[in-house]
């Protein structure tokens, strides 16, 4: 598959930084894992919990995520440093998948190492998660993505 539509220098930055996948509570995977449960055309690079992570073909560099259990899709940022920022506000990957679920206040405590993690990616947190997840659900469509 084709995957020019990507820039993947944050995202292969990250995977090179020691210990980001315990700071950032996601467990990065090879474009092949899980390929039978994702979208065509889609490329995963990351799991937690019951989510799915990866790109669309087709819109750019949105992130989205996957529901193991309900096979329900949707976009969580326009792009991969928005993920990270989403993630340092959440204090997870795990709690980024129910964001738009959830009020702030409720979100859960930062795994250990990602503040070390925020200063060498030189990304502040999303101020309100909550509501930036719900308009990207609201902004992208995401009927063109095939199953």
Known sequence: MESC???MS???RVKNICGAETALGIRFCSPEAARSRLPQGSRIFGTAGESLFFFAEGYQETVFALDKDTGDIHPLAYDFSEFLRLILACG???SVAGTERKDSRELGTSQPGLRELQEVLNLTP??????????IGQVIDCSRIRQ
């Open 5 to 7: 539509w990507i820039d």
């Open 10 to 12: 944050m995202l292969d």
């Open 92 to 94: 997870s990957a795990e």
């Open 126 to 135: 999303i101020r309100n998660p909550g509501e930036y997840v719900r308009t």
